[in-house]
């Protein structure tokens, strides 16, 4: 699960076992955790996340989606 962004208290990580999906990031913060496709960037599974939270957490992925992507398609080529 390697760590590809780390934003305030927010740790955004790929699960190596994901390569056969589209692209995506989970999130972590204490127990919560989030997923979110990043092409378009949307939400996909929230465990946890106030909806006050996630939409910060959105609102970072959109910001850091070109470099998201990027990170993995790097990890999985």
């Known amino acids: ?26 999130v972590e913060h204490d ?11 949307r939400l996909e599974e929230n465990l946890g996340f106030s909806r006050k939270e996630i939409n910060q957490v959105e609102k970072i992925v959109e910001e850091y989606q070109t470099e998201l992507l990027r990170r993995w398609y790097v990890f999985f080529s």
Do not use: C, Q
Request: avoid cysteine; hydrophobic fraction near 40%.
């Open 1 to 26: 699960m390697p760590t590809v962004l780390r934003i305030g208290p927010y740790r955004f990580f790929f699960f190596a076992g994901d390569r056969s999906e589209p692209p995506h990031v989970h």
């Open 31 to 41: 127990d919560n955790e989030a997923k979110f496709w990043l092409n378009p960037v």
